[in-house]
């Protein structure tokens, strides 16, 4: 017949539910069923976090709510990590971030692209001859890094 353990923590530990208590003490963050550790990371490790706690919410030790009160956090960051712990499992804490593309507007595309401004086409057309996409013209026009001649800006 199975034993009923008791909600008895020492103290310092807090508390996710009467089963399950964190401890941090010494750069190190480590989880407790009633008085046994279960896991332990270092507390800048957040991939290790994120990975743990939705183990726990998947074998259903805890809840969504008791991790986002414990720790802080929002409930839609805590159910975004445990859809990912089911989806990918435990290698998707740890793929590396993706990158974005290489970078469009070279020093030499710059070049072309103002002397084709300068000849009054617009971004549209100077987007279409360089198979640039005319937003990336604009939002460079905007930043300052491109000049459209003509065009006057207003001050409210």
Do not use: W
């Not at 089963?19 to 069923?33: D, F, M, P, R, T």
């Not at 490790?45 to 802080?72: P, Y």
């Amino acid at each position: 017949m199975p034993q009923l353990q008791l909600p008895i923590f020492p103290s310092g530990m807090t508390p996710i539910n009467p089963q399950i208590a964190v401890l941090c003490e010494s750069g190190k963050v480590a989880y407790l069923h009633g008085h046994l550790p279960v896991f332990q990371h270092d507390q800048q490790d957040l991939a290790s976090f994120r990975l743990f706690t939705s183990q726990m919410i998947a074998n259903g030790n805890v809840r969504h709510g008791e991790v986002a009160r414990a720790f802080a956090v929002p409930l839609s960051t805590v159910k975004r990590y445990a859809k990912l712990y089911r989806e990918k499992g435990a290698a998707g804490f740890f793929v590396p971030r993706r990158r974005r593309s290489a970078v469009v507007l070279t020093d030499e595309v710059k070049a072309q692209a103002q002397v084709l401004l300068n000849e009054g086409k617009s971004a549209a057309e100077v987007g279409q001859e360089l198979a640039i996409l005319p937003d990336t013209l604009r939002k460079a026009i905007q930043a300052g890094h491109l000049y459209r001649p003509g065009k006057k800006k207003t001050s409210y």
